[in-house]
């Protein structure tokens, strides 16, 4: 329990340590229910429950979205940079006549599609306007680079390949592969 009210500060509370800086929405709720446990069962909680679901939903936003509001919204900001370094190196690297047919290229792929996927679902399950953050500009382009890879693995599936490793260069994979780009 200590180790989870620590890391709930830790991660929400903003960089600065100074007062006035927002509770995370589960350290408050867990103090809430040590003050008051039969809160569980009193239907006049519900409200209160919504409003610290928002208040988490708004924590988890602010982390994903401002690098500067806490450590750990830094941390995932590097985390996701790195993983689109890495994912572009490896997609150059991979042209290479003599390292195209590696399956190790499908796993570091598959690694870098799966944070980008992980980084987008839960940016869209926590913005409050769900049809604005579909037809924002970056989160189109954000979307368009991570479908092909579901295309392709769906074909390749389709084919009984699932790494591309036997027939993956395909002329038909061609246009899916530049929309990466």
Not at 135 to 153: C, G, K, R, S
Request: glycine share 6%; proline share 5%.
């Amino acid at each position: 329990e200590y180790m989870g009210h620590f890391l709930s500060v830790y991660f929400f509370s903003p960089v600065s340590g100074g007062r006035g800086g927002a509770m995370s929405a589960a350290a408050t709720f867990r103090r809430t229910a040590e003050v008051h446990p039969e809160q569980d069962t009193d239907p006049r909680a519900i409200p209160k429950r919504r409003l610290q679901i928002k208040s988490l939903q708004q924590n988890l936003w602010t982390l994903l979205e401002d690098p500067s509001s806490s450590n750990a919204a830094r941390v995932i900001n590097i985390i996701v940079m790195i993983t689109i370094v890495t994912s572009v190196i490896c997609f150059i690297i991979e042209t290479l006549p003599a390292l195209e047919d590696s399956p190790a290229w499908f796993y570091i792929e598959v690694v870098c599609v799966a944070i980008f996927s992980v980084e987008y679902v839960l940016r869209f399950l926590t913005c409050e306007n769900k049809l604005r953050f579909v037809i924002a500009l970056l989160n189109m382009i954000d979307l368009l680079a991570i479908l092909p890879f579901y295309v392709t693995l769906g074909m390749n599936l389709s084919k009984g390949d699932p790494t591309g490793v036997n027939g993956g260069g395909d002329a038909n994979f061609a246009f899916v592969r530049v929309i990466r780009m």
